[in-house]
């Protein structure tokens, strides 16, 4: 089982629509998570992280924490073309990241 | 800018060959990582260093790689007799180290290596 998982997916939502995506993690020590965005021949890029249960709010996009079900998740507000890209979920262990497979997102214009 | 500079950024070479990747952080007072990622696959873990010490190596670092971050500034990833299992991008990775050690990475833009 790997560490952080990502089941949803491929996602694809009209402009202007919220896109959800969720992850789960098995390692009940993690510490923060972390959601990147990954555009198609690109490096993951940082968009936001958690590390207290409940939400953070940051512009279009909010990052839900729930510890004692061990999920993590992102929402995007209003999607935009822009944000078509795969989304990376990361939790912290120690001093290193796990990530998942990513989910790769689609927004129609 | 993420203050990760990676060279070269793309590689191919032939099966066999050696090939040897740099990464340039911004600043020597941090974490420095380096993770592998394949097509459809999240970044996995190689191996990290704070200053020049390397603390954690992951298994997927078989005996053909070696890291090293001599001066706790820039680091090298080495891959020694390539094969084409090893056709993936490297991606090297800031950690700050500070009082609110809050873990996030910031990633450089990868060097691709292309196995033939």
């Known amino acids: 089982q790997k560490e952080v998982e990502q089941n949803s997916g491929p996602l694809s939502v009209p402009e202007g629509a919220i896109a959800s995506l969720n992850c789960t993690y098995s390692d009940r020590g993690s510490q923060s998570f972390f959601w990147y965005r990954q555009y198609s021949g690109k490096s993951p890029e940082l968009i936001m992280f958690i590390y207290s249960n409940g939400d953070k709010e940051d512009g279009r996009f909010t990052a839900q924490l729930n510890k004692a079900s061990q999920y993590v998740s992102l929402l995007i507000r209003d999607s935009q073309p822009s944000d078509s890209a795969t989304y990376l979920c990361?939790?912290?262990?120690?001093?290193?990241?796990?990530f998942g497979a990513g989910t790769t997102v689609t927004v129609r214009a | 800018d993420t203050g990760v500079s990676q060279d070269p950024r793309h590689k191919i070479t032939k099966r066999g060959q050696n090939v040897t990747f740099r990464c340039d952080p911004i600043?020597?007072?941090?974490?420095l990582y380096w993770y592998r990622q394949t097509l459809g696959q999240g970044p996995e873990f190689l191996t990290y260093?704070?200053?020049?010490?390397?603390?954690?190596k992951s298994r997927l670092l078989s005996d053909r790689f070696s890291a090293e971050r001599p001066k706790g500034s820039f680091s090298t990833l080495e891959i020694q007799r390539t094969e084409q299992g090893d056709s993936a991008m490297y991606l090297c990775?800031?950690?700050?180290?500070?009082?609110?050690?809050?873990?996030?990475?910031?990633f450089g833009e990868g060097s691709r290596l292309t196995v033939l």
């Open positions: 990361a939790g912290r262990s120690d001093y290193k990241l796990s």
């Open positions: 990775a800031r950690q700050e180290v500070r009082d609110r050690d809050t873990g996030e990475l910031f």
């Open positions: 260093f704070q200053n020049e010490a390397q603390l954690e």
């Open positions: 600043s020597e007072h941090n974490r």
